[in-house]
């Protein structure tokens, strides 16, 4: 007998889980704005679990790794609005990821150009180090940095935030 690796998806609108078994259910409320790239926030999310090929239908279908199904599980959204340690822990991780790549960033540039842009993303990086994806992200995007500097960063908090959705509202 084969077995299979069991798949997991974040669903925004589901309309056809296709035999994946429903994890747990969340909505997010119509006052949380869309992503900077226009991607939607706001809906009934569903985490999905299958062990073997399924092809679950919806707004959007996202299939994610079982880490991140572990983690977005214990999430405010599917997690009764309460997020445990484990899913903190994730979003202290991507912290990390972002600062990491930030300072790579800096490191290739002269020191002019690396000092300013590392005070136009100070309060970035405050956020970043107390672990609030939420907060680095809103903070990223109101900064001073060039519009090209955010189209490069602002694809990893999409992603980001399309496998581990939240209320993103003011």
């Known amino acids: 007998m084969e077995l299979h690796t069991p798949r997991f998806w974040i669903v925004l609108g589901l309309t056809d889980a296709d035999e994946a078994a429903t994890v747990a259910t969340g ?11 226009g991607t939607v926030t706001q ?3 569903t985490l999905l679990k299958c062990g073997h090929d399924a092809n679950p239908l ?11 199904a572990q983690a ?14 484990a ?5 202290k991780e991507f ?11 800096q490191a290739g540039l002269g020191t002019v150009a690396a000092d300013a842009l590392l005070t136009a993303l100070t309060p970035t990086n405050e956020a970043l180090s107390a672990g609030s994806v939420s907060l680095a992200y809103t903070r990223f ?10 189209d490069a960063y602002n694809p990893y908090f999409v992603d980001y935030f399309i496998k581990h959705p939240r209320d993103l509202s003011p």
């Open 87 to 91: 899913f903190v822990t994730r979003e």
């Open 43 to 45: 809906g009934s999310y």
């Open 58 to 68: 919806g707004t959007r279908v996202t299939e994610i790794l079982f880490e991140e």
């Open 141 to 150: 995007n109101a900064s001073s940095v060039d519009q090209a500097v955010k």
């Open 72 to 85: 977005v599980s214990n999430s405010s959204l599917f997690n009764g609005g309460v997020s445990t340690p």
């Open 27 to 37: 909505t997010i409320p119509g006052t949380s704005p869309n992503l900077v790239d």
């Open 95 to 105: 912290c990390v990821f972002m600062r990491e790549v930030f300072m790579a960033d």
